[in-house]
């Protein structure tokens, strides 16, 4: 229900823009986060976004350290959500992944996400 695709190999300084297609969700909220995971460390949240039918639509959340440097948007039509990465470092280094909070039990974190993808490469190396 959730495809993340787009990483790849950077160097230090450039961009990706990874995408994640998600289908199945016939809730009227839920919340389509990224999340990502460095080797030997612990899964984190870096940015998710929401639908609803109120006034919460479309509010955006950034972890600290990617603020100012990543954009998450959306396209409701394509039923996709996208990270757009500028001036990645190579602390950007992860396997990210995409997730699904259908019940809206948190906001942007780990524990809260329902579904999740599988996940793609981010290396950001010189």
């Known amino acids: 229900q959730l495809q993340a695709s787009g990483g790849g190999l950077v160097q230090p300084g450039g961009s990706l823009r990874l995408s994640c297609a998600y289908s199945?969700?016939?809730?009227?909220?839920?919340?389509i986060g990224w999340f990502r995971q460095a080797p030997g460390k612990g899964r984190e949240g870096v940015s998710c976004?929401?639908?609803?039918?109120?006034?919460?639509?479309?509010?955006?959340h950034y972890a600290d350290s990617v603020k100012g440097r990543f954009t998450i948007s959306r396209d409701n039509a394509k039923n996709t959500v996208y990270l757009q990465m500028n001036s990645l470092k190579p602390d950007d280094t992860a396997v990210y992944y995409c997730?699904?909070?259908?019940?809206?039990?948190?906001?942007?974190?780990?524990?809260?996400?329902?579904?999740w993808g599988k996940g793609t490469q981010v290396t950001v190396s010189s």
């Open positions: 199945g969700f016939t809730l009227d909220r839920y919340v």
């Open positions: 997730a699904a909070d259908l019940d809206l039990g948190s906001w942007c974190e780990v524990y809260g996400m329902d579904s």
């Open positions: 976004i929401m639908t609803s039918d109120g006034s919460y639509d479309g509010n955006t």
